[in-house]
């Protein structure tokens, strides 16, 4: 399944502080099994809470935020992948202006999540449910089409494909509990 940002619309959180485009999700008889959405944070506020899920919090734009519970501070920093428990009730403090935010929920019950940031030329993903966003320059997987910046995949099948010289792409690997 292809996305494209450009082509979602933005709703508004729960607590109005922001918004989301939902990318993708996938459920099983009407439970979540996993979700993936592009968060517009532009000010300080309540983060949503997700009880009995994981999250995989990247920002893929702006200079980050602290998420804070009162017990635990956490730093998200742009493009480094920030591992959580989703029912964490946080509260979010901008670094330094508006972020982008990409979101991986998912049910730990049911699969565990791995996110990274791919630079080079190559990639290659293994057997299984995975996502491919590209947050810079070209992504040509062949077959599947080539993607540019925003745009993303979601497979079960092994795909393969070249990045661009300046290319950056988030991927998302899910492995069934």
């Not at 730990?108 to 791995?114: F, H, I, Q």
Request: charge should be negative; glycine fraction near 10%.
């Amino acid at each position: 399944m292809r996305f494209c940002v450009a082509s979602l619309p933005p709703l508004p959180w729960k607590n109005g502080k922001g918004t989301t485009r939902e990318l993708a999700l996938r459920e099983d008889h009407g439970r979540v099994i996993w979700r993936l959405s592009l968060a517009e944070i532009t000010q300080d506020g309540a983060f949503s809470t997700f009880p009995g899920m994981a999250r995989i919090h990247t920002i893929v734009a702006g200079q980050g935020l602290l998420l804070d519970s009162g017990e635990t501070t956490l730093v998200a920093k742009p493009h480094r992948p920030l591992h959580f428990d989703g029912g964490l009730p946080l509260t979010a403090r901008l670094l330094e202006g508006a972020c982008r935010a990409f979101n991986v929920i998912y049910d730990p019950k049911l699969v565990t999540a791995s996110a990274q940031i791919l630079t080079g030329d190559q990639v290659i993903t293994s057997e299984g449910q995975h996502a491919l966003f590209v947050l810079r320059g070209i992504l040509d997987l062949g077959p599947a089409g080539t993607f540019s910046s925003g745009e993303g995949l979601v497979s079960d099948h092994v795909v393969s494909g070249l990045m661009a010289d300046d290319a950056q792409v988030l991927q998302i690997q899910f492995t069934p509990v």
